[in-house]
């Protein structure tokens, strides 16, 4: 999750300022010399929708205006730990935090409220050991929480206890105990602020997950009219239009944070955002538009040199790995998939996992399943690496596709009924986790993997129940609608089967002839 979500490292300059119909309303009480308030709200602003890098230049200012201002190391701090949902952090991104917090704490005379939100950030900053991450995460939910309540009129230290509860939230809870929490503390602060970046922008990463998303339709809808300056102000809504299936909002949601985030040299935002049009064009059939993003991404991801390219050189590997994947496997190109190149991610592997599962599936389903055994074998040293990192959650999700890439090479060598119980385990240990805040969604969910397999071994009834049960959790995915078409077609029920395919043939209406599977859709709906 880093990836994507790390703070780019943009050259620092001085802000020009930016007015707050462009980023965003805030109001946070400092010690700090009155005249940096203007500033400082902006920087917080800046902060509260992930604008890192500008965030952090605009701190600085404020330190050039007033060098015992402390609370500006503070935020200095929050921008080199960048997005709360990311994953592990690197010693470097410690070591710079620690280095802002030391120093917030050695100036001026910040007070005692002051002085508990740096309390609380140098928790974070604590230890370069990534194993005591998820310990110091749980550990700054609670200092937050502690500075909340000794200062019950500050909002700003309300908003940011509820961002660290949902950051300490658990992929595998399934109650989302915290999710909930977070915007249970959100909404009623959110109703009273409505222009509030930060409000709109984390009840939408609260309310992420399948069964929670509607309820976020409302603050997604506001939150790029709030912040319309900002890259991720306008992608953020993608997250939930994503979750409902709203392909079309998705795709015009990225467009406009793409092009500010390249106008900006926000590389890595740019890419995440093209990862998330990508998916969106896919699921509507509208494969020539999604070519064009990919190859137009694709020049992004070569953006890795020089001072153009400095932003861009760590954010970009998970969507330089899953863009192509996701064009060759959502079309069913299966010989393209086999032959995707993969690229070493040294510090986050499970990058290079999305190759290796996108060429072994390829080949399995390509009719090849001996030419998938390098790559199986790859995902498990994967694996095995993400492990000794200590980084459970990857972990386990290149173990679901190691898993998922070893059922259908069973299943292509004739072994269907051990492929298919191994296909069955791999979709409930996937159903136990939730997807990472830096993709729209798996490359192929397992159980759509399951609906398949089930489907060419003549199980059509067994299949529609796997297909149905994806749609639940992913609407409106293109693979999961046709797949249950054809399933209810394979088993005499036809009018279902006219259903499905005339939902997709509605939901690709403005796509071409490309892609067969919609030319039949289109053939054989009511």
């Not at 740096?118 to 609670?142: G, K, M, N, P, W």
């Not at 206890?161 to 595998?172: G, K, R």
């Not at 070493?344 to 290079?352: F, G, M, N, Q, S």
């Not at 055994?373 to 959650?393: F, G, Q, V």
Request: charged share 20%; hydrophobic share 45%.
């Amino acid at each position: 999750m880093c990836l994507v979500l790390v703070p780019p490292a943009f050259a620092q300059h001085e802000h020009p300022g930016m007015a707050p119909k462009d980023i965003g309303t805030v109001d946070f009480a400092t010690s700090c010399n009155p005249a940096t308030k203007t500033k400082f709200n902006e920087a917080v602003a800046l902060l509260h929708s992930f604008w890192f890098a500008e965030s952090r230049a605009v701190f600085e200012s404020v330190l050039k205006d007033d060098p015992a201002c402390a609370m500006a190391y503070w935020g200095i701090a929050l921008t080199h730990w960048g997005n709360p949902f990311a994953g592990l952090r690197q010693p470097q991104t410690i070591a710079n935090g620690k280095a802002a917090i030391d120093k917030g704490l050695s100036t001026g005379t910040p007070t005692a409220r002051e002085k508990g939100y740096l309390d609380a950030v140098a928790i974070l900053f604590s230890s370069a050991d990534v194993t005591t991450q998820r310990q110091r995460v749980l550990d700054y939910e609670r200092a937050t929480l502690r500075t909340s309540q000794a200062n019950k009129d500050d909002v700003e230290a309300r908003i940011f206890w509820a961002l660290a509860v949902a950051q300490a939230a658990s992929p595998t809870d399934k109650t989302y105990a915290r999710q909930l929490q977070a915007a249970e503390i959100l909404e009623p602060m959110y109703a009273k602020l409505p222009n509030h970046p930060g409000l709109a922008h984390y009840i939408i990463h609260a309310y992420d997950v399948p069964v929670l998303a509607p309820k976020a339709l409302k603050a997604a809808n506001a939150y790029a009219g709030i912040a319309p300056a900002v890259p991720h102000a306008l992608h953020m809504p993608s997250h939930t239009f994503t979750r409902v299936g709203y392909w079309q909002q998705s795709v015009d949601s990225n467009i406009k944070s793409s092009e500010i985030a390249e106008k900006t040299n926000g590389i890595g935002e740019a890419m995440h955002a093209r990862d998330y049009m990508t998916y969106a064009y896919l699921q509507m059939g509208m494969d020539a538009q999604a070519k064009v993003n990919l190859e137009h991404a694709m020049r992004l991801g070569t953006m890795t040199g020089g001072a153009q390219g400095a932003a861009g050189a760590g954010p970009n590997t998970f969507a330089m790995a899953a863009i192509p994947a996701r064009y060759a496997m959502e079309r069913q190109q299966w010989s393209d998939a086999m032959t995707l190149t993969p690229n070493p991610a040294p510090t986050a592997p499970y990058t290079e996992a999305i190759t290796h599962f996108a060429r072994a599936i390829g080949a399995a389903r390509a009719g090849k399943p001996d030419a998938a055994a390098a790559d199986i074998a790859r995902l498990a040293a994967i694996r095995d690496r993400e492990i000794e990192m200590k980084d459970e959650y990857w972990a386990q999700q290149v173990d679901i596709q190691r898993r998922g890439a070893e059922a259908w090479v069973m299943f292509a060598k004739g072994d269907k009924a051990g492929a298919i119980a191994a296909m069955k385990e791999t979709a409930a240990l996937e159903d136990a986790t939730d997807k990472s805040a830096v993709t729209p969604g798996p490359l192929a969910p397992a159980r759509e993997l399951l609906g398949y397999m089930l489907l060419e071994n003549n199980q059509p009834k067994d299949a529609l129940a796997e297909f149905e049960a994806v749609m639940k959790k992913e609407p409106n995915r293109f693979l999961a609608i046709y797949g249950a078409g054809k399933a209810a077609e394979g088993s005499k029920q036809t009018a279902k089967a006219k259903g499905y395919f005339k939902q997709l043939a509605d939901m690709g209406k403005d796509a071409g002839t490309e892609r067969p599977e919609l030319q039949y859709a289109r053939a054989n709906a009511r």
